[in-house]
């Protein structure tokens, strides 16, 4: 799955040497941390967080329904967290 969101976030961040997944798996969530520099966050996101939002329907779809959840977290460098994944847990 993870290769999934490498996929989306790379045909939207210009500066895919700079971006960063950390994996962290919990006891019924995987969540997975994606940091990016501060030009990339606008494209990644969307407006209105619209890619944000379809890149976690497609891990949602992609999940197998006895697997655990994909919860995502996009950070800028740097900083706090820009774009989560509310419904986590």
């Known amino acids: 799955m993870l290769d999934l969101i490498k996929y989306i976030v790379g045909q939207f961040a210009e500066d ?3 971006v960063e997944y950390a994996v962290k798996e ?3 969530v995987i969540e997975v941390t994606i940091t ?3 030009s990339d966050m606008g ?3 969307g407006k209105q967080g619209k890619i ?3 890149l976690r329907t497609l ?3 992609a999940t197998p329904a006895h697997e655990k ?6 950070r800028e460098r740097g900083g706090d967290a820009v774009d989560t994944d ?3 847990e």
């Open 16 to 18: 895919k040497e700079n």
């Open 26 to 28: 919990k006891e019924r």
């Open 36 to 38: 990016l520099s501060s």
């Open 43 to 45: 494209k990644v996101i």
């Open 52 to 54: 944000a939002k379809a």
């Open 59 to 61: 891990v949602h779809g």
């Open 69 to 74: 959840r994909y919860v995502i977290e996009i």
């Open 86 to 88: 509310l419904d986590a």
